[in-house]
């Protein structure tokens, strides 16, 4: 059974080199954070395509990991932001990165207006906690970021995505001064603190599929 999954996606045309899927592979080989889960979790970057839903992150969901830890870029945000609900809404507006669009306004017809995190608030605690100014949003957006993370939150484990904004460049030190800490490497120490958070409710609390599992065998017993 897997354990925590954490998430990224790869390129697409505005931004062809994606610093999530940087961020998502830098928080999976990081020793600090495999010592504090104890073991190492599992890393996934998606393709900028809906198609990737099916043939990407429906294949690691269905190993019923622990808990989901998902990040994306916002490119015009200032900070970064804990995404509080997802929303079963499509734009058709924007192409994904092989020029598809959602074929219908929801993405789920069958399922609830919008899916929420009970985890999202501790998690924005957690990165306060250790230095970060994170936001709290209720729009994560009407592209990929948002339905990757309906999905996500689905599966009824802890669930919580991020989204940064685009790194700045980092400037040379100006002379007899330091140089401030790239935002990548601030980010990834604050995400494993939020990734720690999430592990632990995550072992605390059976998925709601664990849950349906349970009932199911108590009832055919």
């Known amino acids: 059974m897997s354990r925590l999954l954490i998430t990224g996606f790869g390129p697409f045309p505005t931004v062809p080199d994606n610093p999530s899927a940087r961020l998502a592979r830098r928080l999976a080989a990081s020793p600090h ?4 889960l104890g073991t190492t979790p599992d890393c996934l970057v998606l ?6 839903l099916e043939t990407q992150l429906a294949p690691a969901l269905a190993r019923r ?26 734009s058709r507006l924007f192409p994904d990165a092989s020029g598809s669009v ?11 207006a919008q899916r929420r995190s009970p985890a999202a608030a501790q998690v924005q605690v957690a990165l306060r906690r250790v230095g970060l100014a994170a936001a709290v949003s209720r729009d994560a957006g009407r592209y990929l970021c948002n339905a990757s993370y309906y999905r996500g939150l689905e599966q009824g484990c802890p669930a919580v995505f991020l989204h940064i ?16 800490r790239p935002a990548l490497d601030r980010w990834a120490a604050a995400f494993a603190e939020a990734a720690r958070v999430l592990a632990l409710r995550g072992r605390a609390r059976p998925s709601a599929l664990d849950q349906a599992h349970s009932r199911w065998a108590s009832f055919a017993s």
């Open 65 to 90: 990991p622990k808990a989901i830890l998902m990040l994306g870029v916002a490119a015009r945000r200032s900070r970064v932001c804990v995404e509080t609900r997802a929303v079963n809404r499509v």
């Open 47 to 52: 393709d900028t395509r809906y198609g990737a």
């Open 33 to 36: 954070l495999r010592r504090i």
């Open 102 to 112: 959602g074929r219908t306004l929801a993405f789920d017809p069958d399922g609830p």
């Open 165 to 180: 904004p685009m790194p700045p460049r980092t400037r040379r030190p100006k002379a007899g001064g330091g140089r401030r």
